[in-house]
């Protein structure tokens, strides 16, 4: 059965976003499952971004509705937004802050309760291996503790959706180990998150549901296995692209005698 754009976790109808004459997002519509790990996958320029920033109030479209829980987020943005984490890709923060400091700051922006706050900052901190470091300013973290950190801040709310645009990004593999239990974990509980990614392996790995996009527009959507159609993602990804596939092979390119 469908999900209808009431009962999902984020609906998108007609989104369009244009910068200057690129359409980025071409009257996109989405729904995702409440209670899904859902993976939004496509080739760098696809409008992943975009569409994110967009489905999360970063960026006002150009037409379109997004709804949260049916919730409307441009109608009602205090309302959606309180259910939303977001985990932007590439968006400043104010590094001047310890980790410690930045999920205080984000927990106390939401209006939650101090003591609350601090019990879920040093929870955080230790499930995301961040406590060894407690005076050392996020300007001097490297990428990956500024990814988790980030993760963070879009955590201490307990949000019922989570956004995440390339969350494994620059980060370990033991941490991104921490972070996948954190995430699978989430959605056992009820929440649903959202990820985009270029690694088709992770999306395998964890996702139960994806859409592949790309010249922003949903080339598949659906389960897992009713995306990949017997295929390994990768293989699908390629072919729904149209492109060349993995084991396209450049014939002239050997070592040279000279």
Known sequence: METSPRDAALALRGLRKSFGTTVAVDDLDLDIPAGSMFGLVGPNGAGKTTTLSMATGL????AGTVLVHGLDLWARPEQAKRLIGVLPDGLRTFDRLTGAELISYAGLLRGMDPGVVRERRDDLLAALDLASAPGVLVADYSAGMTKKI??????????????????????????????????????????????????????????DHVAVIASGR????????????????????????????PEQELSWLRPSSA
């Open 150 to 207: 980030a993760l963070a801040c879009a955590l201490v709310h307990a949000p019922r959706l989570l956004v995440l645009d390339e969350p494994f990004e620059a980060v370990d593999p033991v941490s991104a180990g921490a972070i996948r239990t954190i995430l699978v974990r989430f959605v056992e509980a009820g929440g649903t998150v959202v990820l985009s990614s270029h690694v088709m392996a992770l999306v395998e790995r964890m996702c």
């Open 59 to 62: 960026l006002v479209p150009d």
């Open 218 to 245: 949903v080339l598949a959507v659906g389960t897992l296995d009713d995306v990949r159609a017997g295929q390994d993602l990768e293989t699908r990804f390629f072919g729904l692209l149209g492109g060349p596939g």
